[in-house]
């Protein structure tokens, strides 16, 4: 998106680039900004609160809420999936671990980091704290959005090994909440400062048994950012040049190959929030090219596994380190899987979360079609990256031969979901919490968000409407 109309960024006023970046993303204005991108920004909000919802009640969403509950936590935030409020940097923390929990969470290409599962749980947390209002939320989203991703890409591709949604998310996480309160430059330059501290998070969780962790890195950098606003707000001091200074942020985990001039490189111009990848499929990001185009084989061919002698995926070199898991038991491994996904794609609806736990886990044919996947890195596909391509081929026992290939999965930002697809994947992820009613008051919330004096409607609608 080509916001033309939006503002620009004034020349260098700051030693530092993050103070440019900064600057600018206090100075925007609701009413100053196109109407496309405002929509965009409730659109994101609908999909982190699906996705959250849904996240509440998996193993990872509860345990992360009952510990919170466990300390008795009194606060004005909303805990999703849940009636009894609790302080805004906890609820952050079990909101933001829900978010992440299911693969469904946007991403922001390029940058490698999930905003949304960061920003939002930080940003409502804030606005209930403080009684903000929705167009503040909103505000808070669009500059949150901005930062995480301009930091993820400022890091650059030497910090793979790290999951850059820990690493770059208290950044966004510290933004956001700094915008919602309206707090001053000085606070949030303070309160990235403090958030750096706290960026962590390695991919340990790609290996075998992933565990629950990664759902965890997106909950604690949403807490980080919350917390660092909070000591910021009373003049806890931090340094200015933690994220792009020497042993910043970005020098410690990007090194020589960080870009810091990612931080205020054409502030106004394509907005991060309007070119984000819109989850359709519960798996990691890369794998999903290869679920689309596999599913649509299998029903164009009316496939079924047993006809099927094997399957041949073409990929980028760090899906095949990373993402080649032939027997994974557990959700997080089987998500990161492409011969799991590639078994589901060719089987099932690749779109259900439900594939990749419980009971799906004892389907000995999913385990038996993913031994005869096999990866290998193509070398047009590799040309590509960081777009996540792939080249597909199922050789049938009839002698047949089917292949694909695709660039884009659908909705990334060029083949992206239409408003109405984002409302019903909403619908389909809250109604494992709430009922019919409170999404639908949810929906009609949202869409009107920014006339809203506070954001009290929302959490109501959030709250009340939780299945008994």
Known sequence: MNDLSAP???SSTHPNRSGNMV??????????????????????LLDGLGCGLYGAVMPWGKIAAKVVYEEESRGAATIYGNREPVAAARAALVNGTATHGIELDDISPGA?????????????ATAER?????????????????????????????????HITGVAGPVGAAVA????QGLSFDQVMRAIGIACSSSSGIKSFTQGSGGMVKRMHAGRAAESGVLACDLARHGFTAPLAALDG????????????????????NLGQNFAIGNVWTKVFPCCGVIHTTAQALHALQVENKLTAGAIKSVRVGTNKRAVALNGALAPKETMAAQYSIPYTAAVALTRDPRDPRHYAGEAFNDASLYDLAKRVELYADTEIEAMYPRYGTRVEVRLNDGRVLDSKLLDAHGT???????D??????????????????????LSIVERLDTLSSVKPLSDALRSGVHA
């Open 112 to 124: 490698h980091v999930h905003p949304g599962a960061v920003v939002i749980p930080a940003a409502l």
């Open 8 to 10: 620009t960024a004034k």
């Open 23 to 44: 600057e600018f993303l206090l100075s925007l204005k609701l009413e100053n900004l196109p109407a496309n991108l405002v929509r965009e920004a409730r659109t994101r």
């Open 413 to 419: 930002p060029a083949d992206p979901c239409t408003e």
């Open 246 to 265: 020497k042993f910043g942020l970005l020098d410690v985990f990007g090194g020589d190959k960080s870009r810091p001039e990612e931080l205020d490189k």
């Open 130 to 162: 403080c009684g903000a209002s929705g167009a503040r939320l909103l505000l808070g989203l669009i500059a949150g959005y901005e930062a995480m991703t301009r930091a993820g890409r400022g890091i650059g591709e030497a910090g793979w090994g790290f």
């Open 177 to 180: 909440s700094g915008v919602v």
């Open 421 to 442: 697809e984002a409302k019903e994947k909403f619908r389909c992820l809250a109604e494992v919490t709430n009922s019919a009613a409170s999404i639908a008051e949810v």
